[in-house]
């Protein structure tokens, strides 16, 4: 059954409290569907696999992924979609690879978002609007900052997508932009 983003943002709010990871859903959703129209795919179906990604995270996060296909389940969200959102999880919480390009953009792009925002929340104006590509890769090479970033599986993702890092980097920019007021990154 096709589910609308209110829908998915009803679901969203009634599992997750917490203003930072609603923003990281909002990250990741705007980053998702900015790649599926690049893509040429679907964007509302791409965007809400974003929404939803760490829907369990917040009320069971020794359990990730794993409680999101129980809930998804329950709510009639299909096969694919499911498998997805578990898939962002491989090698962490989950032994569900990426196979598709949408599980690998969401693969790479999770842990990304978090790196920029960071990286944007460091800056004077707290704008992601001029954010460069030298501002992020600065960051992504300094382990010290934003320790919680997997930067392994960022760029376990570029491999798998066949994309080249700054190309993500500056896309998964772009994205942000779009939802920059969202995200109060404006």
């Not at 996060?61 to 898939?87: D, N, W, Y």
């Not at 032994?95 to 004077?124: F, N, S």
């Not at 066949?162 to 500056?170: K, P, R």
């Amino acid at each position: 059954m096709k589910k609308t983003r209110e829908e998915a943002l009803l679901l969203l709010e009634s599992y997750n409290e917490s203003p930072t990871l609603r923003r990281h859903a909002f990250a990741v959703e705007a980053v998702m569907r900015h790649f599926a129209e690049m893509m040429e795919e679907d964007p509302e179906y791409w965007a809400l696999v974003g929404l939803l990604h760490d829907l369990d995270y917040e009320k069971y996060p020794e359990k990730h992924c794993v409680m999101t296909r129980e809930i998804l389940q329950k709510e009639g969200f299909e096969e694919s979609f499911i498998r997805a959102i578990e898939s962002h999880g491989y090698g962490i919480c989950t032994e569900v690879p990426p196979v598709l390009t949408m599980e690998k953009v969401l693969y790479t792009i999770d842990e990304l978002t978090g790196l920029i925002y960071a990286t944007v929340l460091m800056r004077p104006d707290k704008s992601i609007s001029v954010l460069e590509l030298k501002s992020v890769k600065k960051k992504f090479k300094t382990a010290s900052f934003a320790q919680g970033v997997n930067r392994e599986v960022i760029a376990s993702g570029a491999k798998m997508l066949g994309m080249d890092l700054d190309h993500i980097i500056i896309e998964t920019i772009e994205g942000m932009k779009k939802a920059k007021d969202l995200l109060e990154l404006n």
